[in-house]
């Protein structure tokens, strides 16, 4: 239940964050996805070493059930209403947590300053964070259970009690359903629409007027069965399990899921981690074409530019911010069904900053907006014949400190309990080719299509 109370940038609530956490053993995921109760939300941290992290900000799992206070915002201050909520949240907060099982709020933003919550976004505001009542994580090798309230700590002690024996009472492997099957799909973007919309763009950037632009699909899926979300969350991680699965939960039977394998930004302390992913090829039949896929990927010009493009103004985005800034090695990022041109880059701030400053100074990188950004934007919302909605915008989470870890939300799926719409899109440069960009959507729809299929 959220107590807050007044307009959506003037928070005031009746009490402080109070939290209390003890260690548990770690319960199966699954099983505590199934049963927790709703609103539900997720974050399952990549288990990936190649992903740079320090020792201490190996981003944990975390599975989130009930509210204890839920912020919102629209509009083109939406990353400053959310902050100026949390921190009339978390002023004077109690908390007697670990570093791991510390209270933390999950979210996410619009792709769109001026996101409208319409079909299939209904119940989406243009940024929704929850603190939730209960709060499951798994580290590296132990688990935790905190629970969270609103200015209401002795009750704390008494549901902590009551948490710890639901969860450990669930038993553990959850139930895992067959996939819901697809029985009709609809496509909202054809294919000869795609091609005029990207020769168009191709033409406009040829006339110097745009440098790229990410053009997406939309695909409505009506499923054969009921989506079970946690079959289809650990689906996807089973698939993906070095990428941000996530959930976001709009409490009317509407969820946002995905697995991602693209970080926006993490900050922990003045330590900064962030990256560019951009430049697509397919997965081979054999390692042999796997590894010519990934050498041609590798040395292609129009994938390089692509791909630089995104470096160069995550580098400038970040400048403001920071003392220094290093760029890692260039690599290919192979995933089941598609490979990535990825570049890491970390960064020491120059003084303290909340998450949601870097959060809203890189979103949305040329990897899903384009440049110059103001004129992409625009193409974008003229050229799509959708709403974007959530799709391939930040989500995540931030703790009282203003530390947090964020994804692009890409390879990603707004549903109910019988459609899904799915959404996917490329990066168009001068040289590049409808029908080939019209191939590489049609691969990234694939991890949600074949977690529901
Ligand atoms: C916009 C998407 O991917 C981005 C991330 C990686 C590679 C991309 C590309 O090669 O076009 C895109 O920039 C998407 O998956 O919907």
Redesign the pocket.
Known sequence: MSRLRGGESVASFEGSLVSRSIPIDPPSFQAVLQAAPAPRTVWAAPNDASIESTENDRDPTIVGSGAAAVLRADGPARFERIRNQADALVADSDTDTTWAARPRLFGGFAFHDDHEPAPPWTGFSGAQFVLPRIQITWGDDAAWLTTNAVGDAPALETRIERAHRWVSSLSATGPTADPPGIHHRERLTDRSTWRTAVTASIDRIRAGELRKV?L?QALRATLDGELSVADTLCRLRESYPDCFGFLVDATDGRYFLGATP?RLVSLQGRSVHTGA????TGRGNTPTEDDRLARTLRESEKNAH?HDLVVNAIREQLDPFTRQITTGDRRVRRLATVQ?LETPLSATLARDEHVLSLVEALHPTP??GGLPPDRALTTIRTTEPFDRGWY?APVGWFDTEGNGSFAVA??STVATRDVATL?????IVSDSDPDDEWD?VQL?YRPVLDALQ
């Open positions: 990410v997406a693209e992913l951009a430049g697509t692509e990535h990897a899903v391939a890409l390879r959404f996917a899109g490329v990066g590489e990234k």
